[in-house]
């Protein structure tokens, strides 16, 4: 006798391949949104790689000044032409700022006055970055193999002043970071990430600033 499907049987199968078939669509959503997640953590960990690495970068190309008497392997703090006015020369022939140790050449201006740069970006004839906003205009692209996926990543980079007004002065010191850009120098140069995937949609946008305060040479034995 041949055997065949009973009709509960068949009723049962379509039940099971009925139930099978709904998972399908929450599984697909599940490992869209993984690929998502990725895409995501991938995008905030190249964008802290690019921002740090920036900052690493002296603050202006004015920085270093190979005319100067000042050390030049130090960078030193730059005179701006609408920063706040308190974070100024104490006088026109002093050297440092309110706040500052006139010890050593730590932290100060150079002997006379050096603006910083208001073009931002590569100067001309520079085959190399020097300083924070050579990175201004610069874009980054990442391609990566994750799992069966090619994540292709794009880091747009703008470096620009924004306004640092605040009273340095008070006892309690208050101070909001407005992202807008300002036209003239100020003390505060902001880096913008903007990252996109592959199609230029975005994806998050990352913010750091750095600050005209020069730097500090190393301490020798002499000079202790």
């Not at 499907?5 to 099971?16: D, H, K, R």
């Amino acid at each position: 006798m041949k055997k065949g499907f009973g009709l509960i049987e068949l009723l049962f199968a379509i039940v099971v391949m009925s139930v099978a078939m709904l998972a399908i669509p929450p599984i697909l959503m599940q490992t869209t949104s993984n690929i998502e997640e990725i895409i995501k953590q991938e995008a905030i960990f190249q964008a802290y790689r690019t921002l740090y690495t920036i900052e690493t970068y002296k603050w202006d190309e004015a920085s270093t000044n190979e005319n100067s008497s000042a050390p030049i392997n130090v960078s030193h703090i730059l005179d701006v032409t609408n920063g706040d006015t308190e974070l100024d020369r104490t006088n026109p022939g002093s050297t440092v700022r309110i706040g500052n140790f006139n010890v050593f050449d730590r932290r100060t201006f150079f002997p006379t006055v050096t603006y910083a740069s208001t073009t931002l970006g590569q100067e001309a004839g520079e085959t190399q970055k020097d300083d924070i906003d050579d990175f201004n205009g610069n874009t980054d692209t990442i391609n990566k193999n994750i799992g069966e996926f090619l994540l292709n990543m794009n880091i747009n980079q703008k470096v620009y002043y924004v306004s640092d007004n605040a009273n340095y002065s008070g006892t309690t010191l208050t101070i909001n970071i407005n992202a807008s850009s300002s036209t003239a120098s100020t003390n505060i140069k902001m880096i913008d990430l903007n990252v996109t995937d592959g199609s230029n949609n975005p994806v998050l946008v990352m913010r750091g600033f750095v600050c005209n305060i020069g730097e500090a040479p190393l301490l020798t034995k002499d000079a202790l």
